[in-house]
């Protein structure tokens, strides 16, 4: 969104949970032109339970705004939002602006922000906040980036890898580094996460050589036909749809491949990991973060 103009602010109340799951939503407003940019805040720390959740906006919004909003936050239903006008600034930026540096496994991700005091001991990226979710500092990237460091320190090598649902690109950067002579493929459905791909490829050094950046609506590009068979997929996006894609991932994949799959809440493990079994897919790890779980699968060699 654009400094200038009116900017106003959708504010409701929510749950920790549904805070945690728009953190992880690719694309919390589907088909609208202009969305409101989302903030999500814990006010009161001895209330953990109780959140606050913010939408601003190029100015005032209309009903069919409020409602999708409120949409986002079922605990809200009886709540009346608040609606007021604030001072115009770039909410995109300003809504992650103070996000603070994290630490997963060899991993450290930071924003420009907190560019002085980056550890020697660590593979480093500078991932700012902006217009792709997956700064690293949802539970979800956080834990994919713990799952990758795990399978290198397992001694694991993989030379075909895909990031599906990419994001910023992070989790395709980081595997990049992990295994030098590798090549990925990075996909998301939203074309500004391809832009946003590009620009952070270029600031982190990530070679276009042995990366391919794409629009696709889960793996449905021929450039996973042309690369594939992959022998590591990692899918961060939500549980619903990674059950309805488990068949075309799967389908992706070398056997004995590894797969990370998360964006799926510890409760919705179960019926995530039933899906990917029925095609051939046996658990092999774990890793919860908070409520949510990163699950780790192999494709088996043979079908019985």
Request: proline letters at 6%.
């Amino acid at each position: 969104m654009s400094a200038e103009g009116e900017s106003w602010k959708i504010v409701l109340p929510c749950t920790r949970i549904e805070a945690e799951a728009l953190a992880s939503a690719t694309d919390p407003f589907p088909g609208m032109d202009e969305p409101p940019v989302l903030n999500t805040l814990e006010p009161d720390e001895s209330q953990p339970e109780a959140w606050l959740l913010e939408a601003y906006t190029e100015g005032k919004p209309d009903a069919a705004t409020i409602a999708a909003v409120r949409a986002l936050a079922p605990s809200a239903r009886r709540a009346k939002p608040l609606v007021e006008r604030v001072e115009a600034q770039d909410w995109v930026t300003l809504s992650q602006a103070g996000l603070e540096p994290i630490r997963a496994g060899r991993f450290y991700v930071h924003t420009a922000a907190h560019g002085d005091d980056v550890p020697t001991d660590a593979t480093v990226f500078r991932i700012e906040a902006g217009r792709a979710f997956g700064t690293g500092h949802h539970y979800t990237t956080t834990g994919c980036l713990e799952m990758l460091d795990r399978l290198k320190r397992q001694g694991q090598r993989y030379r075909m890898i895909a990031d599906v649902g990419t994001g910023t690109g992070l989790l395709a950067f980081a595997a990049m580094s992990l295994w030098p002579r590798a090549h990925a493929l990075a996909t998301d459905i939203d074309p500004v996460s391809i832009e946003v791909g590009y620009e952070n490829a270029e600031a982190n050094g990530v070679s276009l050589d042995r990366l391919g950046l794409a629009v696709a609506e889960g793996v449905d590009h021929p450039l996973y036909d042309a690369l594939g068979p992959f022998d590591l997929v990692v899918a961060n996006i939500l549980a619903q749809p990674l059950i309805e894609l488990a068949a075309s991932i799967v389908a992706t994949m070398a056997p004995g491949g590894t797969l990370i799959l998360a964006g799926l809440l510890t409760t919705q493990a179960a019926a995530v990991t039933a899906a990917y079994r029925r095609e051939g897919m046996r658990p092999a790890d774990t890793i919860v973060n908070s409520d949510w779980s990163i699950l780790m699968l192999r494709k088996r060699r043979r079908i019985r």
